[in-house]
Nanobody, 127 residues
Framework: QVHLVESGGGLVQAGGSLRLSCAASGDTFSRYAMGWFRQRPGKEREFVAAINYRGGSSNYADSVRGRFTISRDNAENTAYLRMNSLKPDDTAVYYC????????????????????WGQGTQVTVSS
């Protein structure tokens, strides 16, 4: 199994940027696909982005495509979410998640395959 810890959240003005990090420990990080999800106040947890085990394939929610970028550094056992052009509607607790997969293509956009979750990091975007 893998243990995940997010960091990098905070308060930012609309139009600003943040980079979230997800540090993994335990099992071999490069065997896992990684994802980012968020939960906005009063709403269900929703998919943001996912990346395959090598970083060669990624998938995004329509609401963040073109503004957010998911990446990973397998040598550092870390996944990232770069968030640009932030909007107040991006305010949420952001979670990273992992599931064991060595598929070359990632198309996942739900929580279902993800087995391991971090504790979340708060992102607040002020208007």
């Amino acid at each position: 199994q893998v243990h995940l810890v997010e960091s990098g959240g905070g308060l930012v003005q609309a139009g600003g940027s943040l980079r979230l990090s997800c540090a993994a420990s335990g099992d071999t990080f490069s065997r896992y696909a990684m994802g980012w999800f968020r939960q906005r106040p009063g709403k269900e947890r929703e998919f943001v982005a996912a990346i395959n085990y090598r970083g060669g394939s990624s998938n995004y929610a329509d609401s963040v495509r073109g503004r957010f970028t998911i990446s990973r550094d397998n040598a550092e056992n870390t996944a990232y979410l770069r968030m640009n052009s932030l909007k107040p509607d991006d305010t949420a607790v952001y979670y990273c998640a992992a599931y064991r997969s060595m598929s070359a293509l990632i198309v996942v956009s739900t929580t279902r395959p993800f087995e391991y979750w971090g504790q979340g990091t708060q992102v607040t975007v002020s208007s």
